[in-house]
């Protein structure tokens, strides 16, 4: 065989999907696998939903790309759309997670600019925190393992234990901008920050007259069961960013913030070739409707509910395996107490995709438009890893 002539930056598996049917993906050899990992929590409505294919198909027949220096119809319906269903006036769009990040802390470090306090620069991020991999979110995320070797870590950016309220408020001083926080940590192992912690960080912001950032990359768009995660807590953010979901596997991200911190992105201020572009735009315009749609997110709901429960069921059964279920809606993690790559190689070998997250935690997050059958389905296909998993173990033992 020809050796890859790919950077060697992922450890890639053994599997060629070729093609893709509403939670099921089918490889070139002809294998099924029921998809609970939805391409790191990419694909919202599965594979090959109709409503984005027809919008992709029809967009492509018409026009491609024109650039942001003309008026962008596609870019106007859907950042209404956006700013009618959240707490934000002003969208900015991107092509990925990072670069929506970008935009948020650009935007946060504007406004104190603008107001004429630009020592105002400091983001504090929290431990175990991911906001994606460009020089200034590797920096955000604070991880040693993805800071190293990069040269000197951007400046600007605090970080303080998960949890620690105290380190926080210790943290917050004349040259801080505002708090970056992921309202559950996705990446970093399913930690869910609790609802009453997200009312009191928005006050902190409040009483210390900084901003609240949310990083809703991967808990936004339905995978709560709320259009975003933060609206469980009753709360809102003056800057938001979002990506992921919102294309359903078309690369869309935005920036969303309110009308005052967004005033300071004046014309030359930031830029991009590709973000909003037609194709982008009517494809995340078509994911909004159907996530909007009556009823939608309350399916969600029901199906988190049911994920829940019947997972918990498993946990309970194979204690030595599972050690705890965390998470929200469709954004579930299970912590184990074996090695999660090995379990989710198990997970494979029954047909199910699954997705490894730190905390030795293996996230389960189907499209959001996965059936109760098929969450049956799943269950049990896990349930039979987690099986496979215990007799391994035994034999382990007994030798
Ligand atoms: N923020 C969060 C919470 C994420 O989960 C991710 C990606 O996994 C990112 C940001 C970065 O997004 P992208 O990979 O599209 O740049």
Redesign the pocket.
Known sequence: MVGSTLYPTYNRANLEFERGNGVWLETTDGRRFLDCGSG?AVNSLGHGHPALVEALKTQAEKLWHVSNVYTIPGQDTFSRKLTEATFADRVFFTN???EA?ECAIKTARRYFYSKGEPERIDIITFEGA????TLATIAAGGQAKYLEGFGPKAPGFVQVPFGDREALLAAISDTTAGLLI?PIQ??GGVRSVPTETLRDLRKICDDNGILLLL?E??TGVGRTGKLFAHEWAGITPDIMAI??GIGGGFPV?ACLATEEVASGMQPGTHGTTYGGNPLAMAVGNAVLDVVLADGFLEGVRDKGLLLTQKLSGVIDRHPEIFEDLRGKGLLLGLKCRVPNGALLERFRAEGVLAIGAGDNVLRILPPLTITAEEIEEAVVRIEKAAIAMEAELKQGAAE
Do not use: N, P, T, Y
């Not at 991911?130 to 991999?133: E, K, L, Q, T, V």
């Open positions: 790191i990925s997670g990072a990040l991911f906001h994606g991999r992921e996705g990446e990083d990359v991967q990506a992921k991200g």
